[in-house]
């Protein structure tokens, strides 16, 4: 971990990754909800909104849009990933190098550990190239640390989380990206565990507008410096909405309810 290796991906030491992995990870399933969103351009162009950091895609859509977007938006090369087609242990193919990460102008590279899956040890290793690549290039890394796989059988259970938010540490990540563990206290548990690194909450799904952003505050409360989201924002009807709310409650930490109300006036 380096000092202020996150900066990139960042702003005033807080961020909002906006995850857009998911034709790989999940399918085109993901993009029933608002069906616009699986045309990876509405994307790139939500991601000029200036809540978002930085952009968390695979290889092949940085290859394909990323050269129009490069002045705008932040890029975080997710460097391995797996369909859901995938029906054995947790695994994840590594898809990019940090060297051809680098070369499309990456800020940073995303990795997915998951601890705890029959193949943890290979997972890491390829994970130990990815981060002295990412050295190499100055890009920061960010760790998706999901713990599942073999015996456990709560992945979001708050000591399993926090084990997650350890591993980042340890093995360099400068961001771990966990599952919100339930709780503040629970997330307070996550960020004490990673030290130095920055932790941001992942997402899911909430169809309830309030709730959600009372997570991320409860988060952003507990020390952690922002969210990596994917479907809470794109699966929603206005997407631009939510990131004005996100905005508000992440970066100036207003109350949930205040930042939905001064989206709804926006519109
Ligand atoms: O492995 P899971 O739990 O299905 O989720 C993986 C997905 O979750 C994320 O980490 C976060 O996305 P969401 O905010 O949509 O949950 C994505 O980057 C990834 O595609």
Redesign the pocket.
């Known amino acids: 971990m380096l000092p202020h290796a996150a900066d990139d991906i960042s702003r005033d030491g807080k961020s909002l990754i906006l995850?857009y992995?998911?034709g790989l990870?999940?399918g085109p399933v993901d993009f029933e909800p608002n069906p616009d969103t699986a045309d990876p351009e509405r994307i790139f162009e939500l991601a000029t909104h200036e809540a978002v950091t930085s952009l968390?895609v695979q290889k092949g859509l940085a290859e394909a849009y990323y050269p129009d977007y490069e002045d705008e938006v932040n890029l975080l090369l997710k460097l391995n990933g797996t369909s859901n087609l995938w029906r054995g242990e947790p695994n994840s193919a590594v898809n990019c190098t940090a060297e051809y990460a680098a070369e499309l102008g990456a800020d940073a590279v995303g990795f997915t550990v998951y601890g705890g899956s029959n193949h943890e040890v290979a997972m890491a290793e390829e994970f130990r190239d990815a981060q002295e690549g990412a050295r190499e290039h100055d890009m920061a890394v960010v760790m998706?640390s999901?713990p599942r796989g073999q015996g456990l059988r709560n992945d979001a259970s708050p000591d399993v989380i926090s084990y997650g938010a350890r591993l980042g540490l340890e093995l360099g990540a400068d961001v771990v990206?966990v599952k919100y563990p339930g709780s503040a206290e629970a997330m307070g548990d996550a960020v004490e565990m990673a030290g130095p690194a920055d932790v941001v909450m992942?997402?899911?799904?909430m169809r309830d507008d309030e709730a959600f952003l009372r997570n991320v505050s409860n988060a952003i409360d507990a020390g952690a410096t922002g969210i990596?989201?994917?479907?809470?924002v794109f699966q929603r009807d206005e997407p631009e909405r939510i990131l004005d709310a996100l905005e508000a409650v992440i970066f100036q930490e207003s109350d949930p309810a205040e930042a939905l109300a001064v989206a709804e006036s926006d519109d």
């Open positions: 995850a992995d998911h990870e999940h968390a998706w999901y990206k992942s997402g899911g799904t990596a989201v994917g479907r809470n």
